[in-house]
């Protein structure tokens, strides 16, 4: 059974949360948790963003580019203020957040306060994991995969 966690934070070029969606982040922080504590891993640059694609919010294609990525780098949970309609396609894959805060190291002490939650749910091994909402606690719910997303629940 997995023990540890890495999560990809998406982030502007200041390093602080993508006020956008997910797939609309510059760079990608990951971090590891092992044995209580989370550690700064490496940083990623979004190939979304590079002059190579051009993909619309929500496609298919990008959501697919993401996967692949975050696949290969053996992520986790993958953390932001926003996500758009290829929530759908990723939690299948990854464990989505939503968070209210603009600093990382914010909201990534606040993720490390309930990682049983997250560590729970990675473990549960669904054909889609819970989305998980945080602000100082967290609330845990479904994203359903036969009804559209309403662009308001996500902040």
């Given amino acids: 059974m997995k023990s540890n966690l890495r999560f990809a934070l998406a982030v502007n070029a200041q ?4 006020p956008r969606y997910f797939g609309d982040a510059e760079k990608f922080l990951l971090y590891d948790y092992r044995e ?9 640059t979004n190939p979304a963003k590079s002059s190579h694609h051009s993909f619309a919010t929500g496609s298919e294609e990008k959501a697919g580019l993401l996967t692949e990525l975050f ?3 053996k992520v986790d949970v993958l953390v932001s203020k926003k996500f758009g309609g290829n929530l759908k396609r990723v939690n299948r894959h ?6 209210m805060q ?3 190291e914010e909201a990534l002490e606040i993720m490390q306060k309930h990682i049983h939650w997250l ?15 945080i602000n100082q606690g ?13 662009r308001n629940m996500f902040f």
């Fill in 102 to 104: 603009d600093s990382p």
């Fill in 15 to 18: 390093h602080l949360f993508e």
């Fill in 36 to 44: 209580g504590e989370i550690a700064f891993c490496k940083e990623l």
């Fill in 94 to 99: 990854f464990i989505p957040v939503i968070i």
């Fill in 71 to 73: 696949t290969s780098e």
């Fill in 119 to 133: 560590m729970e749910e990675r473990h549960k091994d669904p054909d889609s994991f819970q989305l998980f909402q």
């Fill in 138 to 150: 967290i609330l845990k719910t479904s994203v359903r995969q036969d009804k559209p997303l309403h």
